[in-house]
């Protein structure tokens, strides 16, 4: 029975975090399609990390803000700096184990799995321009 649940009992929801290393104009077609999929799927509660940049000036961005909130609520997305995130990534379980409040949810018992997917060559191939916006 998951979560130590005993008969009768039902147990938590699921949490699901999907956090998008993506550039920002992939967002809103990942987003619609996670919702049409996986997460109609079961009753899981989702969260969205989004990673900046968030457009390429204001106007872009609440373009973007507007064409999201179609598939996202603000309490369900945060929106993290890529300097930060690339840190907290590489970091997990430097994150996991010095602090304590996350290590007593951060077990066995509480997260089915981790799964980081990276599937880019590295170096900037061409990429310049993009970050040069």
Known sequence: QAHGAGPGV?????????????????YFNICRCLK??????????????????FGRDT???????KQLSAVLTEDVSYRIDHYLGKELIMSLLVLR?????????????????????????????????YFDQ
């Open 10 to 26: 039902e147990p938590p929801p699921r949490v699901r975090l999907y956090y998008l290393a993506v550039p920002s104009f992939l």
């Open 97 to 129: 184990f010095a602090n304590i409040c996350f290590e007593a949810i951060w077990n066995r018992q509480n997260i089915a799995s981790v799964q980081i997917i990276f599937k880019e060559r590295v170096g900037l191939d061409g990429r310049g321009g």
């Open 36 to 53: 049409a999929t996986a997460i109609a799927a079961d009753k899981s509660i989702d969260r969205f990390v989004l990673e900046k940049p």
């Open 59 to 65: 106007e872009t961005c609440e373009a973007l803000l």
